[in-house]
């Protein structure tokens, strides 16, 4: 066999294993949007069985043979080496896991996330403890299976970024850590802005109408995605070509929906440029997870909380809700969007305070999977870093450990790929200006096409070829640093509070 | 390994099989109901790997060696023994057809459905035309393939409906003309009934929240089901517990949504009413297509058509749409909901005409099959037979050819079953009422539960266990006959036309 045919066998492969990765994606997103709750008993096994057949496959030694072979083959263009290389990677991750524990662990998380939701419904975490504690023993297994240098938790934090560990994260936050309280302490001495206008009564068809405004403005395409309801906002996708975002409306609170809507729409601009032609292969898929967050964080933030960008879009808005925007001018409208203040939610948190919730969640998960932490107590340490960290009461358990889906998904070392995220975020956009002179322009007039289009050539069309450091250093001349974020927040929020 | 051992594998192995199924419906769900445009491409491909996949499963050698073994098995209940010879037979005609025709014929499919929804835009049966003509072609495959007597067409008939063949449903088709064309007549030379009032406009939303109540009344069990929107109504399961009917709205016509509401409920309650224990067996399977259509005919026809029924529902939607219907008596609404018209739209025929459109189906399909007819010529032979047999123009495709999804979907042998399960309605609310003998006051004040428990009991709760013709046997102690439909329609219409 030449080797571009068995080249064809391998792709042939990967995406049959795609097609039924996407399929159990369609099965979640159902579950999150439409399913009725008593399906959900049987829908765990469904989505058990197909991460079962996807391990199956993808374990085949049939498909080990094939991979091998090509690893050390002549005749393959640089792109299709990188695609053998980076699934070589996949494979040798997988092998560690048993088909048996892949299952037990999708089974957990189907039941975890039932019981999050009921503990959300009754606001007690003692609801979601039982099966929360079933995954992270799960998770600890995994840990062991995968291996790991130094901490447990690095084994899970690579899962989500490549070569990401303790002793990176650490440093980072620790070097952020001084100076955000700095900026933090300025802000705290100079009066607070005002934002009482975001949470006058917004009514929901009318928030749902501006947020696919927003939505199509932004460029998100509704021929190859659309948006629906879900308990927590997330992106999901069965293609390129069919990229699915979620919301949530509170009636109260316009930025509940609005910033958590553009944000989703970073990550679906990022699914939806992926070349189609890699699909289901390495190369069709994300870089990593943090460059996947710099995505959303670049339109919800940098974008999305800038004057240029709501120069041009508050006097839609003001059509949208003329009543409850009438007193306000675009200038107070700012300044209220980017309040800073300590508060409960993540996902409603400033672009300062933040990262300490991240911080929080991070340490927490290092402690639980390196049994320095039980789940049991995990609302006691929570609340206990809240006042300490972010100085704030956390009433009950809905406004702190049962805010996030996360851990219901079994997903640990996640959350450190949001700061991540935001880092990149910086680092981009300030690039991309350098770039574009014009960018701050084009975005006062609307013109978002042309800041699609620079991360879609810099960044989209790459897929996984590059390492997230590696794609940083080539489109920023270097590696990760926190040095644009800090100027970013600091030029703004000087600006803002007048210090 | 003990028969009890044996049978556990056979029961985890189908159950399996199940998840994959159902997983791949909830992908064909989502396709009908949300999926944006430009997904159809990939999710053609990701419906055809789930068929492959399911296909690969059911026909491994090791299930059939387990399953040979099970089949001369002592130490098995009778419903064991029932569920392994079900699978079996099922085993024996699933092994005739290779991995790659199933993947062919699905993939096919998908493309036709997606070319039936643009012919339909287009109102062109041209633009269907090649990707239906190679349906049709992979189903004159698949008949070979499986095998058949005296002609092509039974090997399909008998896919939908065990045992069914052309000999009996020409000989029922020719048994119901005479008496249906008499009472046509009838019919004809009475004035006709007065239906102008269900074609007044009636909002969306207020269709939609009519037909969840009626949903409701009937017993639809809305924390195991939902309701959604298609282009074509249907009624499909991810479980007993997950239950999806759709249904479609016309705000200037009353009767195309409700009925076609009431018409899947029956399929849903029936589904909802399969024994869970049984998940993925046979016995918690339906019993056939037309004992499945026999409970949605059933709810929208002897129940959702009749005067006890609108006795309890007037009034409520008389609450619902106080200005449509003030000048309308029940009586006047009985009358009107039951007109009898040729017309050109299976789904809003009448009872009576309805079984022309099942006949010339049934006819064109055997002739396409059979090689006596090619796909370009069937808008011709469509029309012809619409102005032979109902004396109607067909104006153009969309309200011709191009109305019914089945064909798309590869469903060719399906439309008889709609006739038969008419027949078997009629049988079965007779015998019900001769059971029953309150049942008609109980409809008559909402009272949906005793019927809906006698379908279960009688009906539901056995899944696969009886054939069709056993079932109605065990039900009503005579096998299926046309009688009880013709004295039920001549009993409604001689008082309707008062002839």
Redesign the interface.
Known sequence: MSKQQLYLHYKEHL??IA??K???A??QW?QET??????A???A??????SE?THELFTQEKFKNILQELRHADGLTTAQQKNVSLTWYDYTQQEKLSAPFVRQLSEAISKSFQSWIAARKDNRFAVFETDLARVVDLKKQEADLLGYEEHPYNALLNQYERGCATILLDKIFSELQEPLKDLLNKIRNRPQVEDAFLYQRFPKQVQWDFGIKVLQDLGF??????Q?ISEHPFTTN??S??VRITTRIDENDFSNMTWSCIHECGHALYEQGLPESE?GLPLGEYTSLSIHESQSRLWENNVGRSMDCWTYLYPILVNYFPEQFKRTSVESFYRGINKVTPSLIRTEADELTYHFHVLIRYQLEKELIGDDLSVKDIPAYWNEQYEKLLGVKVPDDKRGCLQDVHWSHGSFGYFATYSLGSFYAAQFFNAAKTNRPDLSLEIRNGRFQPLLGWLRKNIHVHGRRYTSEELCKMITNEPLTIKYFLEYVLDKYKLIYEF
């Not at 439409?34 to 399906?39: E, H, L, T, V």
């Open positions: 995406q049959k097609d039924v996407y399929a159990s369609v099965l159902d439409y399913m009725p709750a008593n399906g008993g049987f829908r096994r469904q989505t058990a069985t197909l057949i395409d509704m021929t190859s995605g659309r629906d069965f293609s070509k069919d699909y």
